[in-house]
């Protein structure tokens, strides 16, 4: 949004079908998300989408602190029974990549064994319907009190790379439908609030396949993903996409960094609005045309002053 004239995004199905598969371009979770979800029931399963709160409380081990309902995940029924699973298309750099059953405590690996997310049944801290949460990590907390009011908390774990672990609240959520027009009117305050997250920084992020010797360097690590044994000789050729793991590439500002399983590396740096559409379009796949630049003029993430 920040290269266009708008400024605006659009997340009506038009609009996201020309910019995520005609452009091939990005967006955040109501773009991504709805065309996940539009994918789904493409497929015959039945899927709905929900709405949640970011916990803008970035350091680990301490209480949330959450936003307004501007976040999407999507529940999805398999075509012959009545489970409920939650899934998710964009959640930030630390986004699930597997379904969770919608059920408390499940938890599946992320996109190697040194991350993991969990579902908890709880509530608002600030509820008033009773005492609804203690904060006490590792994350054991349920509503308590008659009238509490529900909601889930997705937890995610990582693995340091001083063996450590560190868990913090990603979201919490309702398993409410909403509507359109729900997110229609968050979108507004996602594009335009003056203090919004996406309105003050450029990001972008992008997972890809491991090669056989990374996810052999992580194969120790912890849970392995679909019961994966890791003392077999790992090879590309030999483990189907589905055991595999991921890793993020991660463009924040001036810099696009590797992620794998718990350790990173600077792989890139940009000093003008030109470097950085280049390592967009390089590392992203995302292409903006150079007369664009014009529109991040006097924005907050501006590069070029």
């Not at 709160?53 to 970035?58: G, S």
């Not at 509820?127 to 509490?148: I, V």
Request: proline share 7%; net charge neutral; glycine share 8%.
């Amino acid at each position: 949004m920040h290269y266009a004239s708008s400024r605006t995004m659009d997340i009506t199905p038009e609009g996201l079908f020309q910019r995520l598969v005609v452009e091939g371009n990005g967006h955040y979770c109501f773009g991504l998300s709805t065309l996940f979800m539009e994918m789904i029931r493409g497929l015959g399963y039945r899927a709905y989408p929900g709405a949640g709160r970011i916990n803008a409380q970035l350091a680990p081990n301490l209480p949330p602190i959450f936003v307004p309902f501007r976040h999407m995940v999507i529940f999805v029924q398999p075509k012959d029974g009545n489970e409920t699973y939650l899934t998710d298309a964009c959640g930030g750099g630390s986004c699930i990549t597997n379904p969770i059953l919608l059920a408390n405590g499940q938890t599946v690996m992320g996109t190697s064994p040194t991350e993991t997310h969990t579902l908890v049944r709880s509530a608002h801290p600030k509820s008033s319907l009773g005492n609804a949460l203690t904060y006490d990590p590792p994350f054991k907390s349920s509503p308590r009190g008659p009238n509490a009011s529900v909601e889930w908390h997705l937890i995610i774990r990582h693995k340091k790379p001083s063996g450590d672990l560190s868990e913090r609240v990603c979201y919490s959520f309702l398993e409410d439908e909403f509507f359109q027009t729900d997110f229609d009117s968050a979108n507004v305050s996602v594009y335009s609030e003056e203090r919004g997250y996406f309105v003050n920084n450029l990001i972008c992020s992008k997972c890809f396949w491991l090669s056989a010797d990374e996810m052999e360097m992580l194969a120790e690590s912890g849970p392995k993903r679909n019961g994966g044994n890791a003392s077999k000789k790992i090879t590309n050729a030999s483990v189907p996409l589905t055991h595999r793991y991921m890793g993020r590439l991660g463009m924040e500002g001036n810099t696009v960094r590797r992620h794998v399983g718990p350790r990173s590396e600077i792989i890139r740096t940009m000093k003008t609005e030109m470097d950085r559409i280049e390592a967009l379009r390089d590392i992203f796949g995302v292409d903006i045309p150079p007369q664009d630049i014009c529109f991040m003029k006097d924005r907050v993430p501006a590069l070029d002053r």
